[in-house]
């Protein structure tokens, strides 16, 4: 656990990245406690494991500490209980800002036009490192929005899945230098009578673009409590839209 | 001209599909005139020359014929003051269904996460038949999206047109059967790292696509027009939300 020093206290977010998992929760909740002690103004980053999120989340309310997690897991209601009443916190299973505003299109597509892609064929293929068991997220999200677009015979199930370096090089040209932390998604829609298709890739090497979204929803966490809102509780789609607001 | 039979007379639209390019206004004026008289239900459906649209559309208004026009051209506004009390329209650049909900979904997100790509670059190419001497009208509306969302150095006169039979077959894989009408389109947007990219393809062999949308346009048309709704002039996202409503 370490601190990105006060020097940042002021104007600035202070961020504290937080490793709880190993703690026992008294020794991590007096930690904590001692972190809000001398930096008031602190956030904390937490990429834990889903089995932890609601426990650290429960810490940071009791604590007073606004935090940015980035789960697949816990359960966000109980979450957003455990907040006392200065908490603030973006949620948010993928910090890529892109990601989360490429899913966010296909979302708001499948609303308002949900026949668009009626009788349509998908074939959809993702490439992880080798030690992702499950499948992507993200491609079931956008597979749940291409099925209410009308997408015909397609589940979840039906998502390939590419564990192994050779495949992950030939068939979606990831870079070698990659192989170990890699996200690439190729989703595929043909019309029935095969004269129409489209493509959609999203391709991530490495980690850098989660770090800028947890950044900006660092900027934004720190923002919003300045103001006071009366919105506490935030996902990756509020940080994007706050650019169209300024 | 040659107008699709009676037998759809009632709840079912009719259909005229017109040449009227090159005919004299008055032969034209008084053809379409015995078609409204002896076809009260008639829709035109009209692909004409931009330089005919306004001309076209003053005779649909002046005849009360309702009418699908797809156009790049003409002046809308003018189109829609022309059209009579009765007259019910669908004006549109592009009758493909699945291209102007890719082409929607990204004004969406350009609108609502103006920033989302900021300092990403981007790369263009599209494909079609020899004869299309202008740049894609989609391709140009994507990069107006693309830009607002913070897209650099790039304007619609950096989109790639590939009007070769042989680049269309080896670089972008249009099918040898389609290269006499065809429409590919490629997008790829990279990250200033380059450790992330994002890939969307629209690709369109033969025609058959746009006349499924002008059905759908032709049908709707009727609908509103049975239904008297205020609004009478519509595009091909109207057509588009309409499966939301029901």
């Known amino acids: 656990m370490g601190a990105t020093g006060s020097m940042f206290r002021g104007t600035k977010p202070i961020v504290l990245t937080a490793s709880l998992l190993n703690s026992r929760p008294d020794d991590a909740s007096s930690a904590l406690h001692d972190v809000a002690t001398a930096y008031p103004d602190v956030i904390c980053v937490d990429y834990t494991h889903p089995s932890s999120a609601n426990l650290n989340a429960d810490l940071y309310g009791s604590t007073g500490l606004s935090f940015v997690m980035g789960t697949t897991g816990g359960d966000p209601g109980a979450m957003q209980r455990a907040m006392g009443p200065d908490v603030y916190a973006v949620i948010a299973p993928n910090m890529a800002k892109q990601i989360v505003a490429l899913q966010a299109a296909l ?17 959809v293929v993702e490439s ?7 499948t992507s997220g993200t491609a079931k999200a956008l597979v749940r929005s291409f099925q209410q677009m009308g997408v015909a015979d397609f589940s979840t199930e039906d998502i390939e899945k590419i564990r192994d370096a050779d495949q992950s090089q030939a068939r979606m040209g990831v870079p070698a230098n990659h192989i170990a932390g890699h996200a690439f998604h190729t989703y595929r829609l043909t019309s029935p ?7 959609f890739q999203h391709n991530v090497c490495g980690r ?12 934004f966490i720190h923002q919003r409590r300045r ?18 607001k300024h």
Request: proline share 2%; glycine share 6%; hydrophobic share 35%.
């Open 107 to 123: 979302e708001i597509l499948a609303t308002d036009f949900p026949g668009a892609f009626e009788g349509y064929q998908l074939k």
């Open 227 to 244: 103001e006071r809102t009366v919105q506490r509780s935030f996902n990756m789609i509020d940080v994007l839209r706050q650019n169209a």
């Open 208 to 219: 850098r673009v989660y770090a800028e979204g947890t950044v900006d929803a660092v900027q």
């Open 193 to 199: 009578d095969e004269t129409v298709s489209f493509e």
């Open 128 to 134: 992880h490192q080798s030690g992702k068991a499950d």
